[in-house]
């Protein structure tokens, strides 16, 4: 049977995706295998992904925390319009595995002034660049690749080690090779398999606060602007500082537990 994926284009039903995204979200091998069965009996040849992730999203509550964690790959989505809060999350991941970071330096190459979005230090001094898109069948092909190996070239005298690419999608293969010949390091949503975005967020629970379905737009832009951007940001005392109300608190702290504890 034939699926439609967002991006239009269709590939076949893969149930043993499902289960294995179910049970690397925290869900129980019962209740992944109840979700699939429930999927078989309810889609149809071309039925969307969209549609399939709803009756998905929709099972995972029985479990507390799945859902949202199932959800990942929107919350990430979520964090814009803009990439900024994107670069200020990635940075915010990376300091979790001992990077130093700054985020948006105007740095001064060969002719110009570049803004580059994140510059990392661990044993390496890394350039990096942040491709965001905020729509989901998007794909970061050569383009971005190239023109952030073209920064690094242009910042040879700042002594960077390695251009760094990071998106929240998937990158094409032509990237990928491009990126292997000049030694670019490449972080996509599941690429490289052992240290792609996914794992980065899930292996130490670096969840955004998008993640969270009791948190509205205002809410949430007022976290960004105290520099709450993951769910380890998230405790009573930053809460209050932010000035949110104390009931919206306790409904948030909860959900917040469900998620990083189950």
Known sequence: MQVIKYS??????????????????????????????????????????????????????????????YDLKRAIMNLGPTGFPFEKYFAKVLNHYGYETKVGSKIRGKMIFHEVDIVA??????????????????????????????????LKQQKFDQPWLVTNTKCSIDARRYAKGVGLKITGWSYPEKESLQKLISKKNLYPITILKELNNRTKEILFENNIITLRDMNEINLKKARIPEKQIIVILKEVKEIIVN
């Not at 491709?131 to 989901?136: L, S």
């Open 121 to 154: 230090k661990k044993n390496k001094k890394f350039m990096i660049e942040c491709k965001y898109h905020n729509q989901a069948g998007i794909i970061t092909r050569l383009h971005p690749a190239m023109y952030t190996y073209a920064r690094f070239l242009a």
């Open 8 to 69: 239009g284009d269709k590939e076949p039903f893969y149930p043993k995706k499902i289960f294995k995204s179910i049970r690397h979200a925290g869900g129980s091998s019962r209740l992944a295998k109840e979700t699939v069965n429930l999927v078989k009996k309810k889609i149809y040849g071309d039925i969307s992904t969209k549609e399939i992730l709803k009756i998905i999203l929709k099972n995972l509550e029985k479990e507390p925390g799945v859902s949202e964690k």
